[in-house]
């Protein structure tokens, strides 16, 4: 049973910008956090941005200034914006479903995932 669906990853070079997309059908905003993840090879699972059940927004360090979450709940998707993207943004990108509204970076607390989406920067 298909929850969590990503979409959008591919191949750009530094400096350019990708929107990932995830089809979250039965996720209602008000009852659950979103969020976007991201696994490297070799390394671990970091949380980049998240969507709390009360509305608030939660980035990485590494990617303020340069990310933008948002979701459509009317339409159960929820969006990744990635501007200015550099090869330290290469990763295989997730996106995840939690209830609550805190803590919404933090991977272990989430029960739902999807399948991923490569994103991959050259130099």
């Known amino acids: 049973q298909a929850q969590l669906v990503e979409s959008g990853g591919g191949s750009v070079q530094a400096g350019g910008s990708l929107r990932l997309t995830c089809a979250a059908p039965g996720f209602t905003y008000s009852v659950y956090c979103m969020g976007w993840f991201r696994q490297a090879p070799g390394k671990e699972r970091e949380g980049v941005a998240g969507i709390g059940s009360d509305g608030s927004y939660s980035y990485a360090d590494s990617v303020k200034g340069r990310f933008t979450i948002s979701r459509d709940n009317a339409k159960n998707t929820l969006y990744l914006q990635m501007n200015s993207l550099s090869p330290d943004d290469t990763a295989r990108y997730y996106c995840?479903?939690?209830?609550?509204?805190?803590?919404?970076?933090?991977?272990?607390?989430?029960?739902?995932w999807g399948q991923g989406t490569q994103v991959t920067v050259s130099a």
């Open positions: 995840a479903a939690k209830r609550g509204a805190g803590l919404c970076l933090r991977g272990s607390l989430y029960d739902d």
